[in-house]
């Protein structure tokens, strides 16, 4: 498949095409390989994130994991995927702000706490609504949002927290125009498919032999959220039966590319997912998708290339590097340097522009509306003067 650059039209028109073909697969620019959609990885036999099949008594939990691998559990605690979710209770920001409010044309919001409760309302200045929040999702890196409970129901709070701001502003993807009502005011209610996602890619094993019962979850996604339940690795290492061992966890390194990518798009969003499931994301807010904008990259190929996977730049057992000079060795691992002459694996052309900071230029940053954030694009390419953000 081509790579689409004649606006969204010719874009659906080739997803629509692709899902006709492939059913729930779709093929990415590019690529000779096939992103598949999580909901089809789900049905798939095997552990993938967020499925949610393993009883609940097959986890062990990341005590027991760090028990072995102390150093690299330790390390992963300090990420913001360990601190993905958490209680209300326990969230920093709450108890570091304990009444937080927004003005809103009519309504005057707050979020403060009530006694052991922490309450989000809104108020049109005659009457009133609020709703308890039980979890916060989000470390609060960029920001953090709120869900609401009651009566077994879920709601995603209007606003969240914006940590560049300090303050609270419109939660992204919710409408920034004032709601009509005030019982449509406190946000956005999430119906069961939602809340069971959100939940399985904020905290660990909220789904366990396919029930939801988030209340036995584990806050943040912790070593067995993306290594797969421990209890038969743990066995196979005390029996000293190390060669059955590798075999009951999953190690994602050895993944193809295209799994690898999809492995993280489960939560991160795949191509599949974004290209035939969400094609109103497409655009803008897409940069928000890394796995996505990654396959949409000449550089990665007919069938995926494991040197740009995100686990090949990205390690998830800590925090993001930021700093743009520490991506140069990962680019230079397929591009010559100037003036270097060509050798084995390394085989695109050099930079005539410059040896350093390679993504600072083929992976600018955008801002999305409403995130008050900027995002590094992952879709890796030349960008050329005065062009704007390519879809």
């Known amino acids: 498949m081509q790579q689409l650059r004649s606006g969204k039209l010719l874009q659906l028109v080739i997803i629509f095409a ?28 095997g552990w993938w994130p967020t499925k ?20 690299v559990a330790a390390l992963q605690e300090t990420t913001p995927m360990r601190h993905a979710g958490a209680r209300a209770a326990q969230a920093d920001i709450l108890q570091t702000h304990e009444q937080l409010s927004f003005q809103d044309a009519a309504y005057r919001y707050s979020l403060m706490h009530a006694g052991s409760d922490i309450t989000f309302s809104a108020s049109d200045g005659s009457n009133s609504a609020s709703g308890n929040v ?5 470390a609060g890196e960029l920001g953090q949002t709120y869900l609401l409970q009651k009566d077994g129901a879920y709601t995603e709070s209007r606003l969240s927290y914006y940590s560049a701001l300090s303050a609270l502003d419109i939660t992204i993807g919710q409408a920034a125009d004032p709601p009509a009502a005030l019982k449509k005011a406190l946000g956005h209610n999430l119906n069961q498919d939602s809340v069971r ?7 660990t094993a909220a789904i366990t032999s396919g029930a939801f019962d ?4 584990t806050p943040g996604l912790t070593c067995e959220a993306c290594h797969g339940p421990g209890a038969r690795h743990v066995a196979a290492m005390m029996a000293q039966q190390y060669d059955r061992a590798s075999s009951t966890i999953v190690n994602p390194t050895h993944l193809s590319p295209a799994d690898s990518v999809d492995f993280c798009g489960a939560c991160h969003r795949t191509w599949s997912d974004v290209a035939m499931q969400m094609p109103a994301n497409i655009g803008l807010v897409s940069v928000r998708f890394q796995p996505y904008r990654l396959e949409k990259s000449r550089c990665w190929g007919k069938r995926g290339d494991s040197r740009i996977t995100c686990i090949a730049c990205h390690d998830p057992h800590q925090p993001l590097v930021r700093e743009s000079s520490a991506y140069d060795p990962k680019c230079v691992a397929c591009h010559l340097l100037r003036g270097q002459s060509p050798r084995h694996g390394a085989v695109a052309p050099a930079c005539g522009v410059s040896t350093s900071n390679c993504t600072s230029c083929h992976m600018p940053k955008y801002e999305v509306p409403q995130s008050h954030a900027r995002f590094t694009d992952h879709y890796i390419r030349v960008v050329r003067a005065g062009a704007g953000f390519p879809s």
């Open 214 to 217: 988030p209340e036995k979850s």
């Open 18 to 45: 692709a899902m006709a073909i492939c059913g729930a697969r779709a093929q990415s620019p590019h690529s000779g390989s096939l992103s598949l959609a999580t909901q089809d990885r789900l049905e798939d036999e």
């Open 134 to 138: 039980t979890w916060v999702f989000g």
């Open 52 to 71: 949610g099949d393993a009883a609940r008594s097959e986890y062990v939990g990341a005590a027991t994991c760090k028990e072995c691998h102390g150093k």
């Open 197 to 203: 996602h959100c939940f399985s890619c904020h905290t």
